[in-house]
């Protein structure tokens, strides 16, 4: 008798179970795309899978519109050269979410999953580094740890200085600059990695020096004693606000430590990242672990 009332119960979730799925199909495929807009992309994406209905209410345009930058005509046209007559919405997120190199390959834009904020990096090999050319003092080296495929590495020198500069057209808001870098030249031995530590010396003696500034005021300075050997660090440079999306954004930065007294090495440069404040908040917070621990 226990088997037949589980029979008879798994029967009644069978029924129960087709019935909420034709009552979610019942509901009007606007009503749905209401909903969803109040979603975040990735909520959005997993309710497509429910039925057809909510699969047809995902792809409306006003819902991709809300998640979209506002200069995402900028993104597409300018910086990538791409047609966006006839492109749907959601077509152009998930476009832009990809990451989207341009200049060369030096650098990559794409916008976070979740909030669609813009986001920036630099490649070493897009910035002006002096003394790049002498293979004495710099070299580039393939890795598979950056983005770019390759960092560039400094064996040792006295005077460091690295320079770039960035014109770019960002939505309103608060920005966070980094500088990724690491002391030690990493390899794989065995499968296994393993950070050749033989170069690094010097940052222990004088801080380094991290800087942006803008033509319209805004500048922010930190320094900082290098001690992350063999471990990829984003170092905060400073926070910059952008307050009109129409105008094109022009930056400054550079890492420098010109101290000529002693000599430092081993030092692995990457890239220079740009990200939204809160973005750069939960990035500052990793790397706070990292050291703690």
């Known amino acids: 008798m226990g088997a037949n009332a589980s029979c008879i119960d798994s029967r009644k979730d069978g029924l129960n179970n087709e019935s909420l799925k034709r009552k979610l199909e019942d509901i009007p495929e606007a009503c749905v795309a209401l909903v969803l807009s109040y979603l975040d992309p990735p909520e959005i994406c ?6 057809r209905v909510f699969r047809a209410a995902s792809s409306a345009d006003f819902i991709w519109e809300s998640k979209l930058p506002s200069n995402y005509r900028y993104l597409l046209e300018e910086v990538l050269g791409m047609n966006v007559a006839g492109m749907h919405k959601k077509d152009i997120f998930a476009r832009l979410s990809k990451t989207n190199s341009f200049d060369g390959g030096t650098r990559e834009m794409w916008i976070d999953k979740n909030n669609g904020g813009v986001c920036l990096a630099i490649s070493s ?5 002096t003394g790049i050319d002498d293979r004495r003092y710099w070299n580039h080296i393939p890795t598979e740890e950056s983005r770019f495929q390759t960092v560039a590495y400094l064996q040792q020198m006295w005077w460091l200085e690295v320079d770039g500069d960035l014109e770019f057209q960002f ?3 608060t920005y966070s600059l980094f500088f990724r870098l690491q002391l030690g030249r990493v390899a794989k031995r065995l499968g296994r990695r393993i950070c050749n530590t033989d ?27 290098l001690d992350n050997v ?8 400073g926070d910059f606000v952008v307050e009109d999306p129409t105008v094109v954004t022009k930056i400054k930065f550079s890492l ?14 990457d890239s220079v990242f740009v ?11 990793f790397n706070s672990l990292i050291v703690t621990k």
Not at 46 to 51: E, F, G, P
Request: hydrophobic residues 30%; proline residues 5%.
């Open 199 to 225: 170069h690094v010396h010097g940052w222990d003696l004088k801080p380094v020096q991290f800087q942006l500034t803008m033509p319209n005021g805004q500048r922010a300075i930190s320094r900082c004693y």
């Open 275 to 285: 990200c939204p404040i809160s973005l750069g908040k939960e990035l500052r917070s």
């Open 230 to 237: 063999g471990t990829w660090t984003h170092h905060h440079v």
């Open 171 to 173: 939505p309103a808001g």
């Open 46 to 51: 997993k309710l497509a899978r429910i039925n």
């Open 125 to 129: 090999k897009g910035m002006t580094i």
């Open 256 to 269: 420098i430590q010109i101290d000529c007294t002693h000599t430092k090495g081993g030092l692995c440069v």
